[in-house]
Nanobody, 122 residues
Framework: QVQLVESGGGLVQAGGSLRLSCVAS????????????MGWYRQAPGKQRESVAA???????NYADSVKGRFTISRDNAKNTVYLQMNSLKPEDTAVYYC????????????WGQGTQVTVSS
């Protein structure tokens, strides 16, 4: 059974920091993780899910304009884990944050975690 499990969400005051983690488990994910692209997305109430940050298998990253300079995505292939360091948080960052794994090869994989709530109070 494959899983993406996010953790690290919570309630924080504006200006604070949180670090989200997403662990990929299961035989398929373990085989492909280092070759997969990983992404963090978020969905606020009443809004569409949006991309926050992504990292390729080679370590290239990209960010939504709204989080550039504040958020950092990283990965540890040995732990099958991707992180999202969030600094200088704003109330508008409040959302459920989702982890995504995407791999295209002999096997095509696109899978989502269950999400972790991040709430930033003003």
């Amino acid at each position: 059974q494959v899983q993406l499990v996010e953790s690290g969400g919570g309630l924080v005051q504006a200006g604070g920091s949180l670090r989200l983690s997403c662990v990929a488990s299961g035989s398929i994910f373990s085989r492909i993780f280092s070759r997969a692209s990983m992404g963090w997305y978020r969905q606020a109430p009443g809004k569409q899910r949006e991309s926050v940050a992504a990292i390729t298998s080679g370590g290239s990253t990209n960010y939504a304009d709204s989080v550039k300079g504040r958020f950092t995505i990283s990965r540890d292939n040995a732990k099958n884990t991707v992180y999202l360091q969030m600094n200088s948080l704003k109330p508008e960052d409040t959302a459920v944050y989702y982890c995504n794994i995407h791999f295209e090869g002999v096997t095509w994989v696109d899978y989502w975690g269950q999400g972790t709530q991040v709430t930033v109070s003003s």
